[in-house]
């Protein structure tokens, strides 16, 4: 059960997944050789797919929440999907790593993912066990902040746009940049 004072946010935030998919959708066709083809690297791929994922699970909770009854349902699982999207690209990436850095750099980005997806599970699973403890809906909500800002950091990436301090550090597509 939704609180009636998440409507708006759950319409405005279904509104910016949709028109975020979609930008990313445009941002991968510009250049899919880079990004989408078997010749494109890991590491760009599990960007775009991290994004990907984040903007798409937000986009459907947000969607579950205008839906009657069921946001507990799909939050759940869009976050069990969230979860093992993070695992395969952590088993996939983190062996990859050539050096100490690059390690502790994808770690660190997976770990804060893994974080946000299960916490996300937790209320989703809470939600579907009590539907009427607004508490919960209102954390799934504020946890949804946190999968855009996933969703975003990871697309800005794709875009090569040059960032500053520790975001900037964190980039798995750093080191990529000075090659190219």
């Not at 009854?69 to 993070?86: E, F, K, P, Q, R």
Request: hydrophobic share 55%.
């Amino acid at each position: 059960m939704v609180p009636s004072n998440l409507t708006n946010f759950f319409l405005a935030s279904s509104d910016a997944g949709g028109a975020l998919i979609g930008l990313l959708f445009v941002a991968v066709s510009i250049d899919p050789e880079k990004i989408s083809s078997t010749h494109a690297s890991l590491d760009r791929q599990a960007v775009a797919a991290s994004a990907f994922t984040a903007l798409v699970n937000a986009f459907f909770i947000s969607l579950g929440g205008l839906i009657p009854g069921n946001l507990g349902w799909i939050a759940l699982i869009m976050s069990i999907l969230g979860v093992l999207n993070s695992l395969s690209l952590g088993k996939q990436i983190i062996h990859k790593s050539s050096d100490r850095v690059n390690f502790f750099r994808r770690f660190l980005l997976l770990f804060l993912s893994m974080v946000i997806y299960l916490a996300e599970f937790y209320f989703a699973f809470q939600l579907v066990l009590h539907p009427h403890a607004y508490v919960n809906a209102y954390t799934l909500a504020g946890f949804l902040i946190g999968v855009y800002a996933i969703g975003l950091v990871r697309a800005w990436e794709l875009l090569g746009v040059k960032r500053f301090g520790f975001l900037s550090w964190l980039n798995p597509l750093k080191e990529m940049k000075k090659e190219n």
